[in-house]
């Protein structure tokens, strides 16, 4: 190499390390004291990303395909090809279809699932992955409660037994993220009896500012018992535009409208960013 070459290459190196220190700089700076969560727009599907003021990264489903790659380079800077977790609440490919792309991608140390099969290409591929990286990989189970740093938790709420047999929907895992005096409550596809089933064992503990309408603002999901169990301030509902399946329900709308909670719709808003202090939130 001649030397005008290889200082160049110093330079280009040395800008490179530069840039990298200046995004880690401004990523410590954005999450100083913050949870941040981010609903992506990945479209008709969940994808869920959780960023903690400690700098520990959750996701939480990936969407159907490829497009939660391009969403999570907004929201992650370009050096970092690392998460901490993954949570896959139930196999059906809008929510597990992004995540062998996710896989082949960063670096992830543990993945948490229900225990239900699916039998989709995509869920066949996910797992495969998981193994042959050897990611720590176990059951989510209620009661269990995840540390992510600096008073941030995430409790499972459902499934609290084994769900193998069960509807890959019924079998959706339910959590409840908590910083401080905010609250997410996050809940998959699962559908109303579940919510019921929780209502009937938690009552007012299901209480949560933000809830994440199950299964894209279905009918099945939402109940008004549920609702106002969690009496919400903000709903989110993940959903595509102008989807085949008419995602938001009327009835589900009407019942948010009814408890006067805050509707953000990803469709509407592309992705949707709720920001606690561990007080209050912020919507970004």
Known sequence: MQKRERIKYGVLVG?????????????????????????????????????????????????????????????????????????????????????????????????????????????????????????????????????????????????????????TNDASIVARLTYGNTSYLLTGDSPQKIENYLVSLDGVGLKSDVLKAGHHGSRTSTSEAFVAAVLPSIAVISAGKNNSYGHPHKEVLGVLEKFKVKILRTYDRSRIKIISDGTSLKIK
Do not use: C
């Open 15 to 167: 800008l490179l390390l530069f840039t990298s220190f200046v995004w880690y700089v401004i990523a410590l700076e954005s999450r100083q004291g913050k949870l941040t969560v981010t609903f992506l727009d990945i479209g008709q599907g969940d994808a869920i990303f959780i960023d903690t003021p400690s700098g520990n990264q959750v996701l939480v489903d990936g969407g159907a395909n490829k497009k939660v790659l391009s969403e999570l380079g907004r929201v992650m800077p370009f050096f970092d090809r690392s998460i901490d977790m993954i949570i896959a609440t139930h196999p059906d490919r809008d929510h597990i279809g992004g995540l062998p792309w996710v896989m082949e991608k960063y670096a992830v140390t543990s993945v948490v699932e229900p225990g239900v099969k699916g039998e989709s290409a995509e869920s066949v591929h996910f797992n495969t992955l998981v193994s042959e990286r050897g990611v720590k990989k176990e059951l989510a189970r209620r009661g269990a409660v995840y540390d992510l740093g600096e008073g941030v938790k995430l409790t499972i709420l459902f499934p609290d037994r084994d769900v193998s047999g069960l509807e």
